[in-house]
């Protein structure tokens, strides 16, 4: 049975799976990096109640499954309100932008708090203002230093994909599934090929940025 399958038939599926999966990685990343950013300020904020209410959300999301909150969210509606279930890809990408906005919330925080506090004083001197200061000193200094844990949840986030197919989103690794059902294991294999293309591209691509902003070190 399995061979009428054919490397190039493999390939065609595969690549209509890997689309899916770039698309969910390129919206997540899309939402999540500027959600982060803002769920960043408010674990640093002066202002308690917020900071409280922020830290216990990114607690419970860094705390639990990724598997546990695509489940909650495609199948919690329904259960909880009565309410029409969301479109399986867009349960799914809700639960990718959550969950990596937390984490990036924690690498932008310890960025931003990396920076030595006599920067921000020695600007308010020149006479700038806060939001001129955060932009055009701390920010592309933040940026260099989370270069290589946010390489890190890139990677972390393709891989995480796959977690989609638990709501039957049809990514790359349910596709490369499919052909165990028709007697053939190998197409699982091939489905590494796939994955490993896109973390090549992303090591190099995250090592030429570390090249481009080796100009911050001191």
Do not use: H
């Not at 607690?59 to 695509?70: D, E, S």
């Not at 690794?173 to 028709?182: D, H, N, R, S, Y």
């Amino acid at each position: 049975m399995s061979g009428s399958i054919t490397l190039s038939s493999v390939t065609m599926t595969l690549l209509e799976g890997f689309g899916v999966t770039v698309e969910l990685f390129a919206l997540t990343l899309l939402f999540s990096l500027p959600l982060g950013l803002l769920l960043s300020f408010g674990t640093m904020s002066r202002f308690t109640p917020l900071r409280g209410v922020v830290k216990t959300v990114v607690w419970i999301i860094r705390g639990t499954p990724l598997m546990l909150q695509i489940i909650v969210i495609f199948y919690g509606p329904g259960l909880l309100w009565d309410a029409d279930p969301l479109p399986r890809f867009t349960a799914a990408l809700i639960a990718f932008v959550i969950n990596y906005a937390c984490y990036f919330s924690e690498i932008f925080r310890g960025g931003i708090q990396s920076i030595p506090r006599g920067q921000q004083e020695a600007g308010l001197v020149l006479g700038m203002t806060k939001s001129q200061i955060f932009f055009k000193v701390t920010l592309l200094q933040v940026i260099k230093r989370i270069v290589p844990p946010m390489g890190n949840e890139f990677i972390n986030l393709v891989k995480d994909t796959a977690l989609a197919r638990t709501i039957a989103v049809y990514e790359v690794l349910w596709m490369g599934e499919t052909f165990i059902k028709k007697g053939a294991i190998w197409p699982m294999f091939y489905t590494a090929v796939f994955y490993l293309a896109f973390n090549g591209i992303l090591v190099l691509l995250f090592g030429w940025l570390e090249k481009k902003l080796d100009y911050f070190r001191a």
